[in-house]
């Protein structure tokens, strides 16, 4: 279900990019000229929707081999411009994971429920000829939760209890540039979070606290501006995880 989301979504993305790009090729620079799609409006207010989707990332627990973690987030995020060139945003909605411990054959499943957090965005050097910049974005998000499933020994226990939280941070450094209605980046990125959870399964009881194996990691993206207030984007994480998000931005 998951894998089917993440490919209507890019669908849809590459359509907005199909129409924009003709109709840019078609008014040329008489309207763009000049204009850099990625920069950061001053008193702007935007609002959007964001699916975070996190395929594989190894975990470290305090004791015992490493930890497989799949997760996914569906978010809204809104964010404000108070300086030129400056983001903040909050993100709200709601999460789940899964952990594979796979040297204790123990597998454990979160309940559905709130992730909340935020960040900042900033443009640090703009390159004006050349149509590039480098920005910075860092963020925290946290995802309280319970204990949904938990398998021991190929063992179900759907009843089991317990509590789960992952905390994650991540700043990124990346460089941006622009072609007409459409900008793509890249860049490095400092990953890490701390996840701790209990749990009591037909009287089998467990804990750990666990961070990210590999804290360092690349990113891609590419933001499509379908006009000039509406934004949708793809960005992919390699090394420190394997992930992707997707989303919808529409600013006012």
């Known amino acids: 279900m998951k894998n089917i989301f993440v490919v209507i979504a890019i669908i849809l993305c590459l359509t907005f990019f199909t129409k924009n790009e003709a109709q840019a090729l078609v008014v040329g620079d008489e309207i763009i000229a000049g204009k850099s799609y990625s920069a950061i409006p001053f008193n702007t207010f935007q609002l959007g929707g964001i699916v975070e989707l996190v395929f594989d990332k190894d975990l470290e627990p305090d004791t015992g081999n490493d930890i497989a973690f799949k997760g996914s987030r569906y978010l809204v995020k ?6 030129e060139n400056v983001d903040i945003y909050v993100k709200i909605g709601a999460g789940r994971d899964e952990l594979d411990d796979g040297g204790n054959d123990v597998e ?5 429920d709130l992730a909340y957090g935020g960040g900042l965005r900033a443009n640090l050097i703009t390159w004006e000829d050349s149509g590039m910049h480098l920005g910075l974005d860092a963020q925290f998000l946290r995802f309280d939760s319970g204990i949904d499933t938990v398998t021991i020994s190929s063992t179900r226990y759907d009843s089991a209890a317990g509590n789960y939280t992952a905390d994650q941070w991540q700043a990124a450094l990346f460089l941006v540039k622009d072609f007409f209605q459409v900008s793509v980046y890249g860049g490095g990125q400092y990953s890490d979070s701390s996840i701790e959870y209990d749990y009591d399964a037909g009287g089998q009881r467990g804990s750990d606290e666990t961070e990210n194996s590999d804290v360092f990691g690349a990113l891609a993206g590419i933001n499509i501006y379908v006009t000039d207030t509406v934004i949708c984007f793809i960005e992919g994480h390699l090394l420190d995880e394997t992930s992707i ?5 529409a600013r006012f």
Do not use: A, M, Q
């Open 245 to 249: 998000s997707v989303g919808l931005n």
């Open 78 to 83: 809104g964010t404000i411009s108070p300086l």
């Open 108 to 112: 454990i499943k979160s309940e559905v």
